[in-house]
């Protein structure tokens, strides 16, 4: 009898560890204002440009709270009063749109606005209203020419980046001047072909083309 407990018990702490497994999947952070530049184009953007941004995770594998969020995504958009910078010596907290995927169900939706916060952290800030809409997700890592990542949620968010060219680098003196928003692996810098935001609840729409304000990468 003690052994056919023990030999249970092992089997539930396994499927814990199974069910636990890391979460992962890729990632897309797209602003607005150069992350890739040099100083004298960063410091004609600072406090004016760069108060917005859109941070999309789309999960592989993995679950949150211990529901499985397995092929989901989760898209944050984010708006603060200064321009995100190098978040290492200034944490913005700003007002936030969160837009959950409608393939969810109804505790996958909670899980899913439980991991943006905890990645996100204090940039979160104030959620303003949950959105729920059907969203495509497909982020590459810039390993080849081309465009690298595409996202789009219903009516409100179409994103589409590149790989950097030759043709990008203007001044000469460019580098990773801004750090990703969040802690991500491989993080790759990345061209902006469209970052357009329509819906209502920030009190702004934009629609901008043609910037170096993108990160593809992992978590």
């Given at each position: 009898m003690k052994k056919l407990f023990l030999t249970a018990?092992?089997?539930?702490?396994?499927?814990?560890?199974?069910?636990?497994?890391?979460?992962?999947?890729?990632?897309?952070e797209v602003r607005s204002c150069d992350v890739y530049t040099g100083p004298c184009f960063s410091n004609a953007e600072m406090g004016s440009n760069g108060k917005e941004a859109i941070l999309t995770w789309s999960i592989k594998k993995g679950a949150w709270n211990n529901i499985d969020l397995a092929g989901l995504n989760v898209i944050a958009v984010v708006r603060t009063k200064d321009t995100l910078g190098d978040i290492k010596y200034a944490q913005p907290r700003g007002k936030t749109v969160l837009i959950i995927d409608a393939r969810a169900n109804t505790a996958q939706r909670a899980a899913l606005a439980a991991f943006a916060k905890?990645?996100?952290g204090k940039l979160i800030g104030e959620v303003l209203c949950t959105r729920v809409e059907k969203i495509t997700a497909?982020?590459?890592?810039?390993?080849?020419?081309?465009?690298?990542a595409s996202v789009k949620a219903g009516k409100l968010v179409n994103i589409s980046t590149r790989c950097?060219?030759?043709?990008?680098?203007?001044?000469?003196n460019e580098y990773l001047y801004y750090?990703?928003?969040?802690k991500i692996r491989h993080a790759t810098a990345a061209f902006t072909q469209m970052?357009?935001?329509?819906?209502d609840d920030l009190g702004i729409k934009w629609i901008s083309i043609g910037q170096r304000g993108a990160y593809v990468g992992t978590f």
């Open positions: 018990a092992a089997t539930i702490a396994l499927a814990a560890t199974t069910w636990a497994a890391p979460i992962s999947g890729t990632y897309l905890a990645r996100a497909a982020i590459g890592d810039c390993t080849k020419a081309g465009t690298c950097f060219c030759s043709g990008d680098h203007v001044c000469g750090p990703p928003l969040t970052f357009a935001y329509q819906g």
